[in-house]
């Protein structure tokens, strides 16, 4: 058994990289290790209309709605509402975006256990399917 303390408290909020998102969105590190740079684990706030960029991972995320209501997607055109309490799984492979609702923020726990490969921006169009 080991156990590996949690990010250091002090780094606080960061915005998240503009190459990755669109809209206003903030990251609050919960793990970072070097010696496990694959696992990583965050809390994301996204103000309304923000979202990630189409993204996929090689192997599962999670991310654990607490507050607000968003959307999540993927490129086959499924899309489902996310709400707090809500868990939502996407499986290693599968390109998805997720983000807040157009006049909601959302706030979710995003646990990643891989690499992450950032892809284009979400147009207006695919961002506002299911909204």
Same mark, same amino acid.
């Given at each position: 058994?080991?156990?590996? @303390? /949690?990010? =250091? ?10 190459? $990755?998102?669109? #809209? ?8 970072? =290790? ?8 965050? $809390?994301?706030?996204?103000? @309304?209309?923000?979202?990630?960029? $189409?993204?996929?991972?090689? =192997? ?9 209501? /968003? ?20 499986? /290693? ?5 997720? #983000?807040? /609702? @157009? ?13 992450? =490969? $950032? ?13």
């Amino acid at each position: 058994m080991k156990v590996v @303390p /949690g990010a =250091d408290p002090a780094q606080g909020s960061r915005r998240a990289p503009e190459e $990755w998102f669109t #809209g206003v969105v903030w990251q609050e590190p919960v793990f970072e =290790d070097a010696a496990h740079p694959n696992v990583k684990a965050a $809390w994301v706030i996204f103000e @309304p209309g923000a979202r990630t960029h $189409w993204h996929r991972h090689s =192997d599962s995320q999670l991310l654990h709605v607490v507050a607000g209501r /968003g959307r999540v997607a993927n490129r086959e055109g499924e899309s489902s509402e996310m709400r707090a309490g809500d868990l939502v799984h996407i499986p /290693g492979g599968e390109e998805h975006w997720h #983000g807040a /609702g @157009p006049s909601t923020l959302v706030v979710h726990l995003a646990i990643t256990i891989a690499d992450t =490969d $950032w892809l284009d921006a979400v147009s207006d169009d695919d961002y506002m399917i299911g909204f």
